[in-house]
């Protein structure tokens, strides 16, 4: 069992950064692989990045390649996302998320074991 607490998130305006933070407890870090995903009002929970077990590997949703980074911290449980040059479509609730049965993680939601509270981001126009 693990449990993952977001943090980070707020308020900003179009063009702005943030960076989200993951922090696992429970059992080992680096036996999952971690993945962030986004829900809209409205809208179903979307993928935007997983990064594998050993921080080696990582996925991005075409929303948010070039713009995002995901990254992890084995030492400290933890897993961020970086968020640049942010855009009003990118408002939702950040969720992080953990996939124990695949070393480099899933793009799907169903692929994950435990989920995070969530964290609201809003961009600003």
Same mark, same amino acid.
């Given at each position: 069992q693990v449990q993952l607490v977001e943090s980070g998130g707020g308020l900003v305006q179009a063009g702005d950064s943030l960076r989200l933070?993951?922090?696992?407890?429970?059992?080992?870090?680096?036996s999952y692989a971690m993945g962030w995903f986004r829900q809209a009002p409205g809208k179903e929970r979307e993928? !935007?990045? !997983?990064?594998s077990r050993s921080g080696r590997s990582r996925n991005y949703a075409d929303s948010v390649k070039g713009r995002f980074t995901i990254s992890r911290d084995n030492a400290k449980s933890t897993v961020y996302l970086q968020m640049n040059v942010l855009k009003p479509e990118d408002t939702a609730v950040y969720y992080c998320a953990a996939d124990s049965t695949s070393s480099q993680g899933s793009r799907f939601p169903t692929g994950y074991n435990y989920w995070g509270q969530g964290t609201q981001v809003t961009v600003s126009s």
């Open positions: 933070s993951c922090e696992a407890s429970g059992r080992t870090f680096s993928f !935007v990045a !997983v990064v």
